[in-house]
């Protein structure tokens, strides 16, 4: 390919990309010079990150108060009951395992708490 060939190519992929960026909607803005640019508007997360981590936090809460509560053992007897259920009780027995972050917090709660 030659140089100019290669400029056109590049400058066609790049204007695709940004009519494809375009496509899931755009807003006007105008520069300093007065031209009034297309600029493509954010995708925002379906999900955002604050809510999953505030999710995540709430699951070693919960966890972390019912070794606390339960001890251990009675904990462990409960995910293994959990455990011997349906596909879904299998997962939440996955999910609810002893892990050695909730382990930790329980036994510092455990000394503090009567």
Known sequence: MTGKQ???DQRVNRLSKKH??????????MRKDGLVVMKPQRVKSALPLKVLLMCLLGLFAF???????????????RVDALNEGTTVEKAGAWVMQ?????LAISEQLA???P
């Open 63 to 77: 966890k972390t108060f019912l070794l606390t509560s339960l001890g251990p053992s009675g904990y462990q007897y």
């Open 20 to 29: 494809a960026k375009l496509s899931r909607g755009y807003r006007a803005t």
């Open 6 to 8: 290669l400029e056109f």
């Open 111 to 113: 000394r503090i708490l």
């Open 98 to 102: 002893i892990d050695p972050v909730s």
